[in-house]
């Protein structure tokens, strides 16, 4: 299972990797907790431009971290829900049977986010790790009913917030409370690390994930996030 690239750009830490294995789409995500340059952003772009690389997408950004980006010529591409849950009152665990992911279950989880999943989200093994990796510490739970992968989520915390990084549950074993037993582990599971809340983002047309985020506790913040994409075939 590969990383994608982690680049040290001066003062700036960006991941760069191919979108979901497309050698012609780049997927620029910064990971340095700092707003981009717009030097570096520039020089980033050309960079891989020359590497041969037809477009570029972001991960999805704060309405503060697009702004170098929108002015370096990115349009959007899909606008997200932002939400966060405040662990004050944590729903109680379902009879669902949870259990940690493990190695061998990579392939029939990404089986499942692949038929869950639009493709443009669709994750990949590199997509899966970076969701893995993209905190300090992370959580890989499985659902088991009646096959042993129905469902899984990823879970991270930074400092004092935990973040809902993905869940997803095979299409023909929705409705039955597997999602809203991953995300309630979610929760209690930061709440013992220390996090005082969770965050999770969705994309804004998918009602189905936003109601059940609101029903177990979730809010709606104000400002979303976006993906941004940027065609390198103009000039
Ligand atoms: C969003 C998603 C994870 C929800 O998973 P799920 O297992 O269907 O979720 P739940 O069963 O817990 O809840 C969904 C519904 O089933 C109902 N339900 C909950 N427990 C139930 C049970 N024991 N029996 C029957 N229905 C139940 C809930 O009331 C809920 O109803 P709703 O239609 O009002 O939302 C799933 O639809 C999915 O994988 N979607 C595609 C990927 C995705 O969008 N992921 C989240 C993106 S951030």
């Excluded at 965050?199 to 979303?224: H, I, K, P, W």
Aim: glycine share 8%; charged share 25%; hydrophobic share 40%.
């Amino acid at each position: 299972m590969g990383k994608s690239n982690v680049v040290d750009w001066g003062p700036e830490r960006l991941r760069m990797s191919p979108w979901r294995g497309d050698p012609n789409i780049a997927c620029l995500a910064p990971a340095g907790g700092r707003p981009l340059q717009a030097s570096s952003l520039d020089a980033v772009v050309t960079e891989l431009r020359e590497r041969g690389y037809r477009s570029v997408l972001t991960a999805a950004l704060t309405v503060n971290e697009q702004d170098t980006f929108l002015a370096a010529g990115f349009r959007v591409h899909e606008e997200l829900h932002l939400l966060r849950h405040d662990l004050d009152a944590v729903p109680t665990l379902s009879s669902v049977r949870l259990r940690r992911g493990r190695r061998s279950d990579v392939r029939a989880v990404l089986d499942v986010d692949n038929l869950a999943f639009d493709r443009f989200w669709r994750f990949d093994s590199l997509g899966l790790a970076d969701a893995r990796c993209a905190t300090p510490t992370s959580r890989f739970r499985v659902a088991e009913h009646q096959v042993p992968v129905a469902g899984y989520a990823v879970c991270g915390r930074a400092a004092t917030t935990g973040y809902l990084q993905r869940l997803a549950v095979h299409p023909s074993l929705q409705g039955r409370g597997i999602g809203s037993s991953l995300v309630v582990d979610a929760l209690r599971w930061s709440r013992r690390r220390g996090a005082r809340s969770v965050m999770v983002n969705t994309q804004s047309d998918n009602s189905r994930a936003l109601v059940l985020y609101e029903r177990l506790g979730f809010v709606r913040e104000l400002q979303g996030l976006a993906v941004l994409e940027l065609n390198l075939q103009w000039p």
